[in-house]
């Protein structure tokens, strides 16, 4: 060919197994050797023509379908007398053009073994009298898909809360030996497969549906590389819930008050529910602290977390005895298996003092009397610890069919001497006076005017009845009322009497 002239040559070749130089003989002009153009190969012309991604200055990946074959094509000029190919894919006995021109003629080698997936190395080298020049292609084979393994979501298997999620790094969590990642794919449930747009950006991307809130969703993810590869399909199973737990009221198990023993732990128990993924009780919180006045300020923050599996929980070994007139403050907060919360409002609940005063017994001693008598009635007073102070008591009456708002009648008030209570019992009997004539109620106060602290004030009263005979009523007994059988028979019997005794009398007359 003539020096400057451009020649385009196609090679073919197929996967060999041994390292081989192949020589491509040129035919040469008529003109003589001197004066001829030294050969290059044209900057960027050397290209596997069947590549899908890439190119020979990097690695030119072929198309996922190529396998026995590829397509070498490149451009040159000067002259050239023998073109070598030289390559580790490349084996003996492929047939030789005769000549280099500008037309492609190229050659064909197939050994009919299919290439091997990996990087390969081709190198063209073009000779002529006036000197060489090569060129090398690096050219990949790649059939397999990129793989997903352990990627870097937002989201855990199991019940989430959330209404998307993002995937960090993704390129972190795939396998690629080959072409390189194309595109990354995700698809909820059974839906189509959409791109996954960047790490920042969550899927679904904001103005799309949420996840459905439903039970056993499927998130797939895939991978797709350079040369179309397809790679396995990465899945997940989730539920989502995003409704929070409802918050039901508190149960304070044991009683609160200054005489309880620091052995007797209180348990403190809040109620609640979760209709959907079901609440979480290890991670739901409960808290406590001693407030003075029952009521929450911003700067009190010495709140005491209650370990513990269930919603009940054991506040511990605490001292009580100083905590008279003091309130033990509850909160909690409520959480779901997908991470829902929802908190209480503080709850305040007053610690009393351990002493109580109640009553344990009462009696009558007789079941009616008339109006304006007496009845006697026996209570006694109890204590739960000794107590050394007087203590006044309000007897009171009223009619028991009063009408409501109807006032009762205070019929004597009575004072138990201070040290009384000692040995933490009394017993008094008092004279009840029956204000009228059917059943009158009674009651008995303890500390009417409220003027000593104790634990409950809810079993201060203790009632019973004085019944008042009606006057005007003449009581008969059924059973005592004569038959008429009976007044026949006295009647008969005081005439017999009768007769008998007549003739006497006649005879004293």
């Known amino acids: 060919m003539e020096a400057g002239s451009v020649g385009v040559q196609q090679l073919r070749t197929s996967i060999p197994l041994l390292m081989c130089t192949c020589l491509l003989f040129a035919s040469v002009s008529g003109a003589t050797t001197s004066g001829r153009a030294s050969p290059t190969i044209v900057e960027d012309s050397f290209l596997m023509s069947d590549a899908a991604f ?20 490149y451009e040159y000029t000067g002259d050239v007398e023998v073109a070598t190919l030289t390559g580790n894919v490349l084996s003996g006995g492929f047939t030789t053009d005769d000549s280099v021109t500008s037309s492609p003629s190229g050659f064909e080698h197939d050994a009919g073994i299919p290439l ?4 390969h190395d081709l190198t063209l080298t073009l000779n002529g009298d006036g000197g060489a020049d090569a060129e090398t292609c690096t050219f990949g084979v790649d059939r397999t898909g990129p793989v997903i393994d352990n990627p870097s979501l937002s989201i855990s298997d199991g019940w989430v809360n959330i209404a998307s999620f993002t995937w960090s790094d993704p390129d972190v969590s795939i396998t690629e030996t080959g072409s390189g990642i194309k595109s990354r794919e995700v698809r909820i449930g059974d839906g189509p497969w959409e791109p996954w747009i960047g790490d920042t950006i969550p899927f679904p991307s904001p103005g799309s549906s949420p996840l459905p809130e439903d039970q056993d969703i499927q998130i797939s993810l895939r991978a797709t590389d350079n040369v179309d590869n397809v790679g396995p399909e990465w899945t997940m199973n989730i539920s989502v819930d995003r409704s929070e737990p409802t918050v039901g009221i508190w149960f304070i198990h044991g009683d609160l008050h200054t005489s309880r023993s620091p052995d007797e ?25 001693f407030d003075d006045d029952g009521i929450q300020q911003e700067d009190e923050n010495d709140w005491t977390s209650v370990p513990g599996a269930t919603l009940r929980r054991s506040l511990g070994l605490l001292t009580w005895s100083t905590r008279q007139g003091q ?61 050394m102070g007087a203590v006044d008591i309000s007897v009171e009456s009223a009619p028991a069919d009063r009408e409501p708002g109807d006032p009762w009648v205070i019929l004597e008030s009575y004072q138990v001497e201070p040290g009384f209570l000692g040995d933490r019992k009394h017993s008094i009997t008092f004279q009840v006076q029956v204000l009228r004539s059917g059943p009158n109620d009674v009651r008995f106060i303890i500390d009417p005017a409220g003027a000593i602290d104790e634990r409950d004030e809810g079993n201060n009263e203790i009632y019973e009845i004085a019944t008042g005979i009606d006057q005007n009523v003449v009581a008969i007994v059924p059973g005592f009322s004569p038959g008429l059988s009976f007044v ?22």
């Open 327 to 387: 309130y033990l403050a509850l909160k909690g907060t409520l959480v779901d298996l997908a991470g829902n919360e929802e908190s209480t409002t503080v709850s305040f609940h007053r610690i009393s003092p351990g002493l109580d005063l109640y009553w344990n017994s009462s009696s009558v001693e007789s079941v009616a009397e008339f109006p304006g008598q007496t009845i006697n009635i026996t209570v006694e007073l109890s204590t739960t610890e000794a107590y």
């Open 488 to 509: 026949f028979i006295i009647g008969l019997f005081t005439s017999v009497f009768i007769h008998r005794q007549a003739p006497g009398v006649e005879g004293d007359e």
């Open 116 to 119: 091997d997936e990996g990087e």
């Open 54 to 73: 890439g190119d020979c200055s990097t690695v030119s990946w072929l198309e996922s379908t190529i396998t026995t074959f590829v397509n070498v094509t």
């Open 265 to 289: 732990p209180i348990e403190v128990e809040l109620t609640g529910r979760d209709d959907e993924s079901g609440l979480d009780m290890l991670n739901s919180i409960i808290e406590y602290r």
